[in-house]
Structure formats: structure tokens, C-alpha cells
């Protein structure tokens, strides 16, 4: 059966990424309809808006999204349109698979972490309040609810999946009310999944600790401010943001896309790596229940990075995106 998903071509290097997920999918035969928007930057510069409404239209329709990266102007009226769609959707839950792939070299092996980053809430309500010249306050904000579903989700993944432990990541030992409450959640839901390891670390130790031995952590689970950072380092464990994808579901609404941003550095040079917004695809197709697609992408783009002849610049090779892209879909 076909479906219609809604896609966002953002800013950077995000057409370009878009265009060349959209062509190997196209190629890979999956049932898939698109209406395409573009929003953010270019956008508003183009027509005034940054998301026009027939693209929301679109999303709640659909549910499910398919976001290339997007630059939030300052002083337009968003702090970020990243976190503006996370909480207008509730998208709650963001999934960020970090595994190693032996054609691309780190100095790190055998690195499989799924981190479960909480999307809602934490430091990211953004919360700020100046109290003087010279003093200013943030809100941190914690709550029972969604620390109990993200957490939940994190335990029913590793079920789902065959994983053997699930970390619970915080810093309860300073913030023993916020951070301690969700850290108390973890240990109450974990009572339902006897058969997986549980355990709890402090942020800090967790940075170096995945440094010094990435392999010991399976699932890992944590509030908003954690998860954004500790993924940026997992994708450095794994060849760097080309390589990481993402999913952000709620109970309505779904949206794929790289963990990188816009990469204006290297945007229209025709270098941009579109593997993680591709992943982030596979993921969206696995999603909507077209496994056998997916699995035909996944193996055509591990071929393609194992031969090594055609990467793309930031994970070592001199290929450009077309080439690469070109490859992945012969192998198909
Ligand atoms: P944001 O604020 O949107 O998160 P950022 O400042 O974190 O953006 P990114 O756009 O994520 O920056 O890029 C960080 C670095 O990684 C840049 O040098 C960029 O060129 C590189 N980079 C990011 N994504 C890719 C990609 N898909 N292919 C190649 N290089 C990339
Ligand atoms: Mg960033």
C-alpha cells in the first residue's frame, strides 16, 4: 500500500541531502508519496514564512515527516524551529542510533549505542528570566510523565530489539530533586524488564567513559540537555555527523532526520554526506512497516562505504554527493 509522507527541505545542505534521499528511495522502489515543502531561512526570505501553513497542513495529515536540516533565523519569533516542532507535535521520544561501520575509521570499534534523548522538556522548556544586570535565571523542568513514557520507550526498544542493558544517564548527585526524579523513574519502570541489566551513571563519567570504552553501553537513556550532547559525542565515536540518524515519535505524529544542522560550510559544493538523513529514512521506512526497503538501502549504502571509493569527503573519501549517491543506487 502507498503512503503519503510529508517532507521538509530546509536550509544548507539540506536541498541537496533531500534530493539525493528522495532519489535512492524513489530507486529502491518504496510505496511512498511525497509533498515536499520548503521551509525555514530561504524560505522566510522567499515568501515571508519560515514553515507556510499548507506544510503544517501537510504534517497533520501525513503524521509522519521526513526533516532535512533547518537554519532558525534570529529574531523571527522561534528560538529554534527544531525545538518549536518537537513540542508542537509531542514528539517526545528521540531515538539516536550510533553504530559503527568498519569501512569508516575511528579510533573506536564495535560501537552500537541507542540513546533515547527525552525531547519535551529539561533546560530546553526555555525558561529564562533575568532577575537583575547581573543575575539570571533558567527553568529545569522535570516531570513524571514524560520521564516515565521516554524511559518506558527505552525498555520496550531493548525488549523489541534483543538489547541486553539500558543506562539511565543524570546528574542526581547535584540535582538530587530533578535529576534524582528521573533517575527514581528509571528504577521504578525497569521493575517491568527483569530480563534486561539496568543501571544509572553520572553525565560526567559518562563522557569519559565512552571515550575510553564506547562498547560497554547498549541502550542509554537521559533528559534533553544529555541527550544533545552525549549524541553529538556518540557520532564522533562513529566517523562524525554524516553517520548519525534520528527518529523523534510521539503518539501522533513521527519525524526522521539527521542529528547534524545545516552545515552552511560546505552547503551547494555538492560534498555533503546524505547518509544520516538517509538512515534516518530506513528508519522512517521501517517505521511505516516497508522493512524490505529499508533493508535494501541499509545494505546498498554499507556495500558502497565498505568499498570505500566513493565517500564523500568528511569520512575520508573525494567523492561528491552525486557520485555517491550514483553508487548506492547501482548496488541496489
Ligand atoms: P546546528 O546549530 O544546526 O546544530 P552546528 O553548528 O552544530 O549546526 P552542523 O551544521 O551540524 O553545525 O555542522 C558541524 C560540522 O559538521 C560542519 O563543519 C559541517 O560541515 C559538518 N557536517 C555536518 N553535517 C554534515 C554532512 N551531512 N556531511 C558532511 N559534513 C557535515
Ligand atoms: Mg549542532
Known amino acids: 500500500m502507498r503512503q503519503t509522507i510529508t517532507v521538509f527541505k530546509g536550509d544548507g545542505i539540506g536541498p541537496e541531502i533531500t534530493d539525493a534521499v528522495i532519489r535512492v528511495m524513489d530507486a529502491a522502489g518504496a510505496e511512498l508519496d511525497y509533498e515536499i515543502y520548503n521551509v525555514g531561512e530561504a524560505e522566510y526570505e522567499a515568501h515571508g514564512e519560515l514553515i507556510p501553513k499548507a506544510a503544517f497542513e501537510s504534517m497533520e495529515r501525513n ?3 521526513l526533516k532535512s536540516p533547518i537554519t532558525t533565523p534570529v529574531g523571527k519569533g522561534f528560538r529554534s524551529l527544531n525545538v518549536f516542532l518537537r513540542k508542537k507535535y509531542d514528539l517526545y521520544a528521540n531515538i539516536r542510533p550510533a553504530r559503527s561501520n568498519h569501512a569508516v575509521k575511528t579510533p573506536f570499534q564495535d560501537v552500537d549505542i541507542v540513546i533515547f534523548r527525552e525531547n519535551t522538556e529539561d533546560l530546553y522548556v526555555g525558561v529564562e528570566e533575568k532577575i537583575d544586570e547581573n543575575t539570571v535565571h533558567a527553568t529545569k ?3 513524571r510523565r514524560a520521564s516515565e513514557r521516554i524511559i518506558r520507550d527505552a525498555f520496550e526498544y531493548a525488549r523489541a530489539h534483543g538489547r541486553k542493558k539500558v543506562t539511565c544517564v543524570h546528574k542526581a548527585n547535584i540535582l538530587k530533586i ?3 526524579l528521573f533517575r527514581d523513574i528509571f528504577y521504578e519502570i525497569r521493575e517491568a524488564y527483569p530480563e534486561i541489566a539496568a543501571d544509572d551513571k553520572i553525565v560526567d563519567n559518562v563522557c569519559m567513559q565512552m571515550v575510553m570504552n564506547p562498547q560497554q553501553f547498549d541502550v542509554m537513556v537521559m533528559p534533553n540537555l544529555y541527550g544533545d550532547m552525549l549524541s553529538d559525542l556518540a557520532s564522533g565515536l562513529i566517523g ?6 534520528s527518529s ?3 503518539e501522533e505524529f513521527a519525524m526522521f532526520e539527521a542529528v547534524h544542522g545545516s552545515a552552511p560550510d560546505i552547503a551547494g559544493k555538492g560534498i555533503a554526506n546524505p547518509t544520516a538523513l538517509l538512515w534516518s529514512a530506513c528508519m522512517m521506512l521501517e517505521h511505516l512497516g516497508q522493512m524490505e526497503c529499508a533493508a535494501k538501502i541499509r545494505r546498498s549504502v554499507d556495500t558502497v562505504l565498505e568499498e570505500g571509493a566513493f565517500n564523500t569527503p568528511d569520512i575520508g573519501g573525494n567523492a561528491t554527493t552525486a557520485e555517491y549517491v550514483e553508487e548506492i543506487i547501482k548496488r541496489l
Open 141 to 143: 523542568l522535570i516531570t
Open 248 to 250: 523523534n515519535l510521539g
Open 178 to 180: 530533578s535529576d534524582g
Open 240 to 245: 562524525g555527523l554524516g553517520l548519525l540518524p
Open 63 to 65: 503524521k509522519v515527516l
